[in-house]
């Protein structure tokens, strides 16, 4: 006859046994996911460079922190990718060397596609076109001898004005262009189109009564884009549908009548 309570002992002892080795097992699998969740979480945070001084597309609100059209579009993108934005705020000459260097995984920031971005930067799809607007005194006009024109250190303009011998000032904001121009120390400044809008209603020059012109040359026009880290094409594809989710949905079309007066798109 089988000792029932020797058998009933022996089971309590495997049972005790296979606890003993599952703890382990346990601690282990619980540690590789809390490991995983971090991993995870780290990389659910994306570093997005953004401009302060550039209304109405990105500025500094009332309570300090960034706002406008361009603001709206990342926090947008970054909940169709669900993940967190992490602001940044940098000067426009700091986005594409801070993009290379790997500072930031992509820019909220509208940047003409031309190709000497691209030989350094990944460029999302285009979500408006763009063209550059001279804005002077009367009688100022492009390439004139008496022309003293400032543009932003970092953009296309600058380079362009540079590229063609005229007597340039480069500034770090759009913001010093109402001072610059009512002193006199420049008659003409050459501007994104967005970037015009705001300037035309500073009350510092409205006596001035300058005047606007599109610059239509290919340097100075074309598809707008945000840039993004060079090493992270993956990342560009995901941002790319994040696009089209936010375009689909009326997000985008919200964040355009919210902060803009004209339709992008």
Known sequence: MLDWRKNNTCGACNVAASRRRATPLFWSALL??????????????????????????????SAGQPAGFNIGVANALCEAMEVRCDLQVVSLQQVIPGLVAGEFDFSAVSLLNTPERRAK???????????????????????????????????????????????????????????????????????????????????????????????????????????????????????????????RDGRFDRLNTEHLPFRLQ
């Not at 590789?32 to 609100?61: H, K, Q």
Request: charged letters at 15%; hydrophobic letters at 45%.
């Open 121 to 247: 930067v990944l460029f999302s799809q285009p979500y408006y076109r763009s063209n550059s607007i001279w804005f002077a005194r009367p009688g100022v006009a492009p390439g004139a001898a008496a022309a003293r024109v400032a543009a932003v250190a970092g953009g296309a303009q600058l380079r362009y004005a540079l590229a063609q011998g005229w007597q340039t000032t480069a500034v770090s904001h759009h913001s010093e262009f109402p001072a610059l121009l009512a002193s006199g120390k420049v008659n003409a400044v050459l501007i994104p189109m967005a970037t015009a809008l705001t300037l035309r209603q500073e009350p510092l020059i409205q006596s001035l009564g300058l005047q606007t012109k599109v610059m239509p040359q290919n340097e100075l026009s074309g598809d707008v884009c945000f840039a993004i880290n060079p090493a992270k094409p993956e990342l560009r594809d995901r941002i790319n549908h994040a696009f089209d989710r936010i375009k």
């Open 32 to 61: 590789a996911l809390t490991i995983g969740v971090s991993a995870r979480a780290a990389e659910d945070v994306l570093r997005v460079a953004v401009l302060s001084n550039s209304p109405p597309m990105s500025y500094t609100d």
